[in-house]
């Protein structure tokens, strides 16, 4: 079945450090969203790439979303301690239904 | 503005008791979810729905229960707990229109001992 795989699972930077992560889609994907969770919270909504190769960028993080539509990443400049947090990509299922990754936590040392 | 307001916010069960998740939602959506987290993993989906009297099963639908009898309400009922059971558990809702947003409630969190 359609599966989307994330990495890394862990991140551990010094702040001011970048971090990315990674997603890869087995089947090609019509969209895909980012979420952020922060610790003992719940996933929030950031942003969703339509269009192939697309790059968005909001303030320190850019999303870009692959040629063939099966992979995306977000990218931190500099990171902050506000980054803390498990990052979330999705891709639509049938029905409006949303597959995630399983996540990267990012820990970020002051 | 309240969104999706779920409740409890923690609960401890024991094995074999029964409970329901309330979940509400004030923004008209069409489309509700139910998730589990396990500690350090995704969100996988238990039960959807997408319109009052209309449920379908997720991935982990096994020892849960759901009904849509309103647009604004989704409770997921858990019948005879047991402890692979203990979870986060996140309702989420979207409108069904281009944009796939999903909105989240602040989640229940569930011990089952």
């Known amino acids: 079945g359609q599966q989307v795989m994330q990495i890394p699972q862990y991140q551990h930077v010094q702040e001011g450090e970048d971090f990315t992560t990674y997603c890869n889609s087995s089947?090609?994907?019509?969209?895909i969203q980012w979420y952020k969770q922060r610790p003992g919270g719940h996933p929030v909504f950031l942003i969703q790439?339509?269009?192939?190769?697309e790059v968005k960028k909001q303030k320190r993080l850019t999303f870009q979303f692959g040629e063939a539509k099966k992979n995306s990443s977000l990218h931190i400049t500099a990171t902050q301690t506000t980054d803390v947090g498990t990052y979330f990509c999705?891709?639509?299922?049938?029905?409006?239904?949303?597959?995630f990754g399983q996540g990267t936590t990012l820990q970020v040392k002051p | 503005n309240a969104g999706v307001t779920q409740t409890p916010k923690f609960r401890i069960l024991k094995i074999g008791q029964s409970m329901t998740l309330q979940c509400t939602q004030d923004?008209?959506?069409?489309?509700m979810y139910w998730y589990r987290q396990d500690p350090g993993m995704g969100l996988k989906l238990i039960y959807y729905?997408?319109?009052?009297?209309?449920?379908d099963k997720g991935e982990v639908p096994n020892g849960y229960n759901v009904s849509r009898s309103t647009t604004e309400d989704f409770p997921l009922r858990l019948e005879l707990a047991a402890p692979s059971q203990t979870s986060v558990y996140f309702c989420?809702?979207?409108?069904?229109?281009?944009?796939?947003?999903?909105?989240f409630g602040a989640g229940t969190r569930l011990s089952v001992l």
């Open positions: 989420a809702s979207r409108d069904g229109l281009a944009k796939n947003i999903q909105y």
């Open positions: 089947t090609t994907l019509s969209n």
């Open positions: 790439l339509v269009k192939s190769g």
């Open positions: 999705a891709g639509p299922r049938n029905t409006g239904k949303l597959i």
């Open positions: 923004m008209n959506h069409n489309y």
């Open positions: 729905s997408v319109g009052a009297g209309i449920t």
